[in-house]
């Protein structure tokens, strides 16, 4: 409970933090993309006892500035290599990548100082202090000691009172929080989040999303993986889904949970034990099934102990035919519930299907 106090006490303090972070504006990238990649293609060499793999396979991607945009795929689908990539530390083999308008490859420095990244793993040397962890790391981008940000960047992510503790004393959330500051101190345009709140305790996790949304709001544009699909649906505005290497879908995260369209409407029955329930059920199958096919829709109605589950499209079928048709097949409902399609749903479907072919 202490904690939440706290963090509520942090608030205030915390908003102007990301304000003085943050230079009020950035220069628009020449080419009018945050990130642009074209036919980009990872192959990672056979080694000794691991075969050859083709991680990325021709990806192209446009991520407009501005944005806060989702990469997300099931392990091992190439996130990470996309955005080590990005960040310089993985080779491509083919393609092209441009960071803020700078082509990695003509101009790989500029290009490196465009972009923050918080790689996946957690490499930070123990050894240092998190204060001596953001100072090198400021000093490595060359960020002059008059416009170094320590201080707020040290308050941003909550380890003030850490500052002077070494690294292999902090637990793995603040790792994690270090890592974020660390792709901060040069203020690039551009942030990547590899799975930034893996590991994160709650209130943590809420405090990287309002630093998130906060960095955004000051004009950064942020990337970021995750598996927690309610995480990326609440702050994503458009979502890429990578499978294998390809993208098999991109678009904002509202088209992609309207594209979902099937709903679900769960009947409990009242007396289902009772005898003439099971005609009864047999009887709504049939007739469900007519109007689905009078409409030109699809449906799927499952059967359990006591409930009838049915997935439909909302578009056709109204939720009203379902039930009226209920009443007159005879069945007794005791309660109704519905629910609307969610990302989980449209990533399982989209992931799903890829796999089958
Ligand atoms: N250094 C490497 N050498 C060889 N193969 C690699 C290397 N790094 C990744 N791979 C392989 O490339 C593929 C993509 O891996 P990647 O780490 O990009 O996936 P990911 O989408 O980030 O997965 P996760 O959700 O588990 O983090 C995997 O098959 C992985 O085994
Ligand atoms: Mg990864």
Not at 241 to 268: D, M, P, R, W, Y
Request: net charge positive; aromatic share 6%; proline share 5%.
């Amino acid at each position: 409970m202490r904690q939440v106090f706290g963090y509520w006490n942090f608030r205030p303090a915390y908003a102007m933090t990301i304000s003085m972070l943050t230079p009020p504006k950035f220069t628009p990238p020449s080419d009018g993309f945050a990130i642009a990649v074209a036919r980009l293609n990872k192959t990672y060499r056979a080694e000794r006892r691991r075969v050859a793999k083709h991680a990325l396979r021709d990806i192209s991607l446009h991520i407009a500035p501005g944005q806060i945009f989702g990469l997300l795929g099931p392990n091992g689908a190439g996130k990470s290599t996309l955005i080590n990539i990005l960040a310089g530390t993985v080779l491509k083999s083919a393609g092209a990548v441009r960071i803020w308008g700078t082509d990695i490859d003509a101009d790989p420095r500029q290009a490196r100082a465009n972009i923050g990244v918080v790689p996946q793993e957690l490499n930070i040397d123990a050894f240092f202090t998190p204060r001596e962890t953001l100072e090198i790391q400021a000093g490595m981008f060359g960020v002059p000691k008059s416009e170094r940000r320590t201080r707020t960047i040290l308050d941003l992510i909550g380890l003030t009172d850490k500052a002077e503790a070494y690294a292999r004393t902090l637990s793995g959330g603040m790792r994690r929080r270090l890592l974020v500051g660390k792709a901060m101190v040069h203020q690039p345009p551009v942030l990547v989040l590899d799975e930034p709140t893996a590991g994160v305790d709650v209130t943590l996790r809420q405090r990287l999303w309002e630093m998130i949304r906060g960095l955004n709001a000051q004009g950064v544009t942020i990337i970021l993986t995750t598996h927690y699909l309610d995480e990326a649906e609440m702050l994503c505005d458009e979502i890429a889904i990578l499978n294998h290497g390809q993208i098999i879908k991109q678009a904002s995260t509202k088209e992609l949970l309207a594209g979902a369209g099937t709903k679900q409407l769960t009947l409990v029955l009242a007396g289902a034990g009772a005898a003439g329930a099971a005609p009864a059920r047999t009887k709504f199958k049939a007739r469900m099934s007519a109007v689905a096919k009078e409409n030109n829709s699809k449906i799927d109605i499952s059967v359990g102990e006591d409930t009838i589950t049915i997935r439909y499209a909302p578009e056709q079928i109204t939720a009203g035919t379902i039930i009226k048709t209920a009443n007159e097949s005879g069945l007794e409902i005791a309660e109704i519930s519905t629910s609307e399609p969610d990302l989980e749903d449209v990533f399982l479907t989209l992931t799903q299907e890829k796999s089958k072919k």
